[in-house]
């Protein structure tokens, strides 16, 4: 079964710093997706940046940016320049065949001024 | 706007008493899920629909029941057999159509306590 794992349950850094949370994963396919997931106070999730196993490059979105390292079933998440706005929980998911998301145990992020 | 829409934002149950959570979208998506959010546990699957009149059981179905009678609703019925109903819950769509998971867009989600 697919699994995912998100071993930082809290971090906190302060603003305009670097930030990266870890994620791994384990699967038996050789194709999926790799999603971060951002869920602010206000709740509503939003999607961040989506990465597809069979792409070699790094996705990024303006400050966030991925470090996929798919030998190792490793998917962090860098955050740059990090702002207020960014204080949320972070979710890492794994998408494979059947149109279902597995999700880790999220990461509370804590951005101070 | 296209969008989900979760109603109601907060709900209040009697133990043995069922409700129901409605979700709604208009995003013309033929996938629906519905996710538990629990702290320290994540999201997790409890049934998600791929079309219409179809369902799925997810990784926590028991105590819960769907229904998908038209492609924009998706309601959850939280059962008085689920032992432990309290919980954050979320909807949420996705395109479909592919075999493989693409991205969710997600509702705002329904608070259920149980007192």
């Known amino acids: 079964a697919q699994t995912v794992t998100q071993s930082q349950p809290e971090m906190s850094v302060q603003e305009a710093e670097t930030v990266t949370l870890s994620c791994t994963y384990d699967?038996?396919?050789?194709?999926?997706?790799l999603f971060w997931y951002k869920q602010p106070p206000s709740r509503q999730m939003i999607l961040v940046i989506r990465?597809?196993?069979?792409?070699?490059q790094n996705a990024t979105e303006n400050r966030f940016s991925v470090n996929f390292q798919k030998a190792a079933k490793s998917f962090s998440l860098k955050i740059s320049d990090s702002q207020l706005g960014d204080t949320a929980m972070y979710f890492c998911?794994?998408?494979?065949?059947?149109?279902?998301?597995?999700f880790g145990q999220g990461t509370r992020l804590t951005i101070n001024p | 706007d296209g969008g989900i829409t979760q109603s109601p934002k907060y709900l209040f149950r009697k133990e043995g008493q069922n409700v129901t959570l409605s979700c709604e979208q208009n995003?013309?998506?033929?996938?629906m899920y519905w996710y538990r959010q629990d702290p320290g546990q994540g999201l997790r699957l409890i049934y998600y629909?791929?079309?219409?009149?179809?369902?799925q059981k997810g990784d926590i179905a028991e105590g819960y029941s769907v229904s998908r009678e038209k492609k924009e609703s998706f309601p959850l019925t939280v059962t008085s057999a689920q032992k432990n109903p309290t919980a954050f819950y979320l909807c949420?769509?996705?395109?479909?159509?592919?075999?493989?998971?693409?991205?969710?867009?997600f509702g705002e989600g329904s608070r259920l306590t149980v007192l």
């Open positions: 949420a769509s996705s395109i479909g159509g592919s075999r493989m998971a693409g991205e969710l867009f």
């Open positions: 699967t038996s396919e050789s194709n999926y997706y």
């Open positions: 990465q597809e196993a069979y792409k070699q």
């Open positions: 998911a794994l998408g494979e065949g059947a149109q279902k998301l597995v």
């Open positions: 995003l013309n998506h033929d996938a």
């Open positions: 629909s791929q079309i219409v009149n179809d369902f």
